[in-house]
């Protein structure tokens, strides 16, 4: 593209400009440098990436610094090695062994009801029919609690037993289906209920019409199934024989068994086991995750209190022998944390709680005992412990870093108060470093009164934060200020200040704006490279100037820049700014020039003035990113 030098630029929109990638691609670096920090912390804490992103968000609390600062600390200090990481944990539970078992059980059921379904049933009507009064059986269902039914049997052409009828049921009875007695009365036990014949009841049902004892089991697992489903349940379950059959009577342990396994998963989950000492026996009754947490296996037998000690680390002894003797002697409750040494040698530390049971006597008669495994815990509370010291000497060396960030940006810069007034313009400038460490960048600004008579001012921002930041902001300015003593036109000058910036090492991007002011003619000859366009203040109307979308310095080496030529009128006011004032990761960009160049509408027409207008009214975040402000008054 050659330079168009006499080509003049109205007043118009400003469309969308190179700023709305910058801010696209630091909002994708901080994700980046979230995700990365997640997963870092994850591998040093053991434990997944969702918790270590709460404890990442605790840290950054704690340390005083939002969240993304937090991140790039972590991200910096380098994730390699678990810094006291621990076990990450356990796996859900299989649910294999059980599937397998149900299917078992839906197979053998299947074959039952195949074999039962195919037996002729047109006789059941007239069978119950024939069933006389049976004074005992009413007296049994009456008198029944739990769920109770009066069977009658239906032999077969060998006069042996081939199945129950349901005669009659009492209103409280329900089956593993819920089914009661307006659904069962008249079916076949079987046919319903193949589970009887899995579990050898029916058989039993059959030893006590015929004249065997009366059938009583407190407590069996039972399992049954109908129309594809099973259904398990330990029952208690009694049969007596009456006149006209049997009377059998039952109760599901579902509340129990619902119970029981609720205590199983509360020991699984939160690794804490149960165990009483019998003190009068001498016999103790340890649930299974006691002897886990103990290192004992399910066979071995758990030590008495007194007996405690030897399976306890050396260095947790007089702590415990002290917690024993407590409890008995003062006989009260005791609590402590001490640490069992595995067999593999590896150290576990449980959180015990014991209470001694008292007798008329006022003497312990049996000890209770909890423990729980918080191993997991406290390798967490080491490690996170470890990263915070970590973090904190990295946050150290990010704010001697910001030091000399500072102070080489007000080396390089020159005071807002000591800048060279140019030839036909009065200007003002505001240049504020971010105050957070993390985001202090490259903001920069450039005076100079040419030889021939002209005005050169300019204002940029290098890419990315920190020290390399100031860095290319100094090298990009220094170059700009070394390259205007040619006299060439501003196209050129940004064209090869394109090149010195391509040629950075380490490699370095930023925009800028270049500007040479005729003051006789008052003409305005710029360039801009990737950057937000000035705005125009004339006659109460204020409009981005519309620029040529140059790309970004350093983006594209040996680029011909185009110089824009724009004519100037006494009174009007020029404002430049960096992407700090308009830029807020929860706004649009283009909404947020809007309202800038609304602001600048109804400013002041000094440029002191207008620039601490600017900033009261838009809401600058001096946290945020560096500013740069420039307000040029045409005389």
């Not at 078992?101 to 006789?123: I, K, N, P």
């Not at 037993?161 to 009365?185: C, H, P, Q, S, T």
């Not at 100079?448 to 860095?471: C, Q, S």
Request: hydrophobic share 40%; proline share 6%.
């Amino acid at each position: 593209m050659a330079d168009a030098e006499g080509a003049s630029a109205q007043p118009g929109a400003h469309g969308a400009h190179v700023a709305d990638l910058e801010d696209l691609r630091d909002a994708a670096h901080d994700r980046a440098v979230l995700s990365e920090a997640r997963v870092v912390l994850a591998r040093r804490l053991g434990v997944p990436p969702a918790e270590a992103l709460q404890h990442l968000i605790w840290l950054a609390r704690d340390l005083d610094m939002d969240l993304a600062e937090a991140a790039s600390l972590l991200v910096k200090d380098g994730g390699g090695g678990a810094v006291g990481a621990v076990a990450a944990g356990r796996n859900a539970p299989r649910a294999e062994e059980a599937t397998a078992e149900r299917q078992v059980v839906l197979s053998e059921a299947e074959d039952v009801l195949r074999r039962v379904t195919a037996e002729d049933t047109g006789d059941d009507a007239e069978i119950l029919a024939a069933v006389p009064d049976d004074p005992a059986a009413r007296a049994v269902l009456d008198g029944a609690l739990d769920s109770a039914t009066h069977l009658v049997p239906v032999r077969g052409p060998d006069g042996r037993v081939a199945d129950f009828l349901y005669a009659d049921l009492n209103d409280v009875a329900r089956d593993m289906f819920g089914r009661g007695k307006e659904e069962l009365i008249g079916l076949r036990l079987l046919q319903t209920d193949p589970g009887a014949v899995l579990s050898g009841l029916f058989d039993q049902y059959v030893e006590v019409l015929e004249g065997g004892p009366s059938l009583e089991r407190s407590s069996i697992l039972y399992s049954t199934a109908q129309r594809g489903l099973s259904r398990s349940s330990r029952m208690s379950v009694r049969c007596v024989a009456v006149p006209t059959g049997v009377c059998v009577t039952w109760r599901y342990h579902f509340h129990e068994d619902r119970i029981a396994r609720r205590l199983e998963r509360v020991e699984r989950l939160a690794l804490i086991g149960f165990g009483e000492w019998d003190l009068a026996t001498g016999e103790a009754d340890w649930t299974p995750q006691m002897l886990a947490n103990y290192g004992l296996a399910p066979d071995e037998v758990p030590p008495m209190p007194h007996d405690l000690p030897k399976v306890v680390a050396d260095d947790d002894l007089p702590l415990v022998e002290e917690a024993v003797q407590t409890m008995f002697s003062r006989r009260e409750p005791v609590e402590a944390e001490h640490r069992v040494i595995g067999k593999d040698g590896t150290p576990r530390n449980l959180w015990v709680f014991a209470e001694p049971v008292l007798g008329e006597s006022g003497l312990p008669v049996s000890i209770n005992i909890v423990s729980q495994d918080i191993t997991r815990r406290r390798g967490v509370e080491r490690a996170l412990a470890e990263t915070r010291r970590q973090m904190l000497k990295q946050q150290e060396r990010m704010a001697q870093e910001r030091r000399v960030a500072v102070t080489l940006r007000r080396a390089i810069m020159p005071d807002e108060d000591e800048v060279e007034q140019l030839p036909g313009l009065r200007t003002a400038i505001r240049s504020m470093a971010a105050e957070t460490t993390a985001r202090i960048g490259g903001d920069w600004f450039a005076l100079r009164r040419l030889p021939n008579g002209r005005a050169l001012f300019a204002i940029g921002d290098a890419a990315g934060h920190g020290l390399p930041a100031a860095a290319s902001m100094a090298r990009t300015r220094n170059g700009l200020l070394g390259l205007s003593c040619t006299g060439e036109p501003v196209g050129r000058l940004v064209g090869w200040l394109n090149d010195l910036v391509s040629s950075m090492e380490p490699p370095a991007t930023g925009t800028a704006i270049v500007a040479e002011f005729e003051p006789r003619g008052r003409v305005l000859e710029w360039t801009c490279a990737g950057h937000p366009p000035p705005i125009l203040i004339r006659d109460d109307r204020a409009v981005p100037l519309e620029a040529v979308r140059d790309p970004l310095l350093g983006a594209m080496p040996e680029w011909e820049y185009m110089t824009v030529a724009t004519r100037l009128l006494p009174g009007d006011m020029l404002f430049l700014y960096t992407d700090g004032l308009v830029e807020r990761r929860d706004a649009d960009l283009d909404e947020r020039i809007d309202r800038l160049t609304g602001i600048l509408q109804d400013c002041a027409r000094q440029p002191e003035r207008m620039l601490d207008q600017v900033l009261a009214r838009m809401g600058h975040d001096r946290a945020a990113d560096d500013t740069t402000l420039f307000a040029l008054h045409v005389e």
